[in-house]
């Protein structure tokens, strides 16, 4: 064998002892990644209560897909006498009016879901782009939005949700937006300080050392690896909204009668707690415990996703 085709040989062997040392370390990084997905799945399988939570958020999901299905009569029916009180053919009773409640909160639960989570990921969007633009930049741009966050946290935020509604208007686009654009500070607060923590590590250095864009660097190799606060954020975050959607549709700034939101069932039937006590206490009560749920799975996703849980 000439000397030529002995150093081919050689070119060849050694390419293909590289292409294997790159499948391995790339088969490790996947056993890693999976690895880490399990260990976080076995610190939320120990905090019980939060199977709790998913199964009564999955009955709700539920109910928000076909309320139409489920719901015995119209939202806006009037199928009995006014206060009537509980019964088989209304299980929940009647409001003042003679609506049965349980139709109207089965279709509440629509709006309920609707406007926090909708909410939630308009204020997760902007304030993941505004956070993370302040931390990978830096210098004014990051001066200028965190003045910018400091001022949006600064107000009262029932406050500057009704001074949203004032401008646009009461009704469920206008809940939605207005919650969103309120809430998006605390996510860009968190989303800054990670950001700024990841821009000086070495697979975001060697990106830009082989002339990847700053969008690509920021979407594909900064962003995913700061998500995990702002998963848990947001989830703890879902039972707020709920309260303040209840909140608006109680001062009748949301939700606009006739169509049914659980706040705007505790508005209606404060004029009548002595008499028709249910007409409040019931969807008091399913606030509570859907606020609880999505608190209880947010606790269990902060203890999974926690880096000083890891094992």
């Avoid at 000397?3 to 056993?31: F, M, P, Y």
């Amino acid at each position: 064998m000439s000397s030529s085709e002995q150093d081919q040989t050689s070119q060849r062997r050694a390419t293909s002892a590289g292409d294997d040392n790159a499948l391995q370390k790339l088969a490790g990084q996947e056993r890693e990644h999976r690895s880490e997905f399990r260990r976080a799945w076995n610190r939320f399988k120990r905090y019980r209560p939060a199977f709790v939570g998913l199964f009564f958020i999955g009955i709700l999901c539920i109910i928000a897909l076909f309320p139409g299905f489920l719901a015995p009569y119209s939202a806006t029916e009037f199928p009995t006498t006014r206060g009537a009180p509980l019964s088989w053919d209304h299980p929940l009773g009647a409001d003042e009016i003679g609506r049965d409640i349980l139709s109207r909160m089965i279709y509440g639960t629509r709006v309920a879901l609707i406007v926090a989570l909708t909410a939630t990921f308009i204020s997760v969007g902007v304030g993941v782009i505004v956070g993370s633009a302040a931390g990978y930049f830096g210098g004014w741009v990051d001066s200028i939005l965190s003045r910018l966050i400091d001022a949006v946290m600064a107000i009262p935020l029932l406050v500057l949700i009704i001074a949203f509604v004032a401008v646009l208007g009461a009704g469920l686009f206008t809940t939605v937006l207005a919650i969103g654009m309120a809430i998006w500070a605390q996510y860009a607060r968190v989303m800054r300080a990670d950001i700024m923590s990841l821009r000086e590590r070495d697979y975001v250095l060697a990106a830009r050392t082989i002339g990847a864009s700053t969008t690509r660097i920021i979407a594909r190799h900064m962003i995913p690896n700061a998500l995990a606060p702002i998963i848990v954020i947001a989830t703890l975050s879902v039972g707020s909204v709920i309260i303040l959607e209840a909140a608006l549709s109680f001062l009748g700034l949301g939700v606009q009668p006739p169509n049914p939101s659980w706040g705007g069932m505790l508005s209606e039937g404060r004029q009548h707690m002595r008499t028709y006590a249910h007409i409040s206490i019931i969807p008091g009560i399913a606030i509570t415990l859907t606020v609880l749920a999505f608190n209880l799975v947010g606790d269990a996703l902060r203890d999974a996703l926690d880096p000083h849980q890891r094992e």
